[in-house]
C-alpha cells in the first residue's frame, strides 16, 4: 500500500502543479514513469501476498485495486490533458 500511495502521490502533486503553477508542470511523461515504477512493484507484492482464507483476499483487495487503478491513470491523464 505504500507504494501506491508514494504512485498516488506523483499523480496529486501533477494536479496541483497543473492547477496553482502550470509553468512548473512536468508534462505526463515524468508522472506516468514514476507511478508505473511504484505501481508494478506494489501490485506485484500485493498478489504475492494472497493465501487462500476468504478474509485475508478481502485484505489483500486493497493494495490491489489501489495498484491496478495507478496503472490506469496514465489513459486517463492523457484524455484529460
Same mark, same amino acid.
Given at each position: 500500500?505504500? &507504494? $501506491? #500511495?508514494l504512485g498516488? !502521490?506523483?499523480?496529486?502533486?501533477? &494536479?496541483f502543479l497543473h492547477r *496553482? $503553477? /502550470?509553468s512548473l508542470e512536468p508534462g505526463l511523461t515524468a508522472p506516468n514513469a514514476i507511478s508505473t515504477l *511504484?505501481? =508494478? /512493484? !506494489?501490485l506485484l507484492l500485493a498478489l504475492a501476498t494472497l493465501r487462500a482464507r476468504r478474509s485475508? =483476499?478481502? *485484505?489483500a483487495l486493497v493494495p490491489l485495486f489501489a495498484?491496478? #487503478? &495507478? &496503472?490506469l491513470v496514465p489513459t486517463l491523464a492523457a484524455e484529460l490533458f
Open positions: 500500500m505504500t &507504494l $501506491a #500511495s498516488w !502521490g506523483t499523480w496529486w502533486v501533477m &494536479l *496553482f $503553477a /502550470p *511504484f505501481a =508494478i /512493484p !506494489g485475508w =483476499i478481502a *485484505f495498484n491496478a #487503478s &495507478l &496503472l
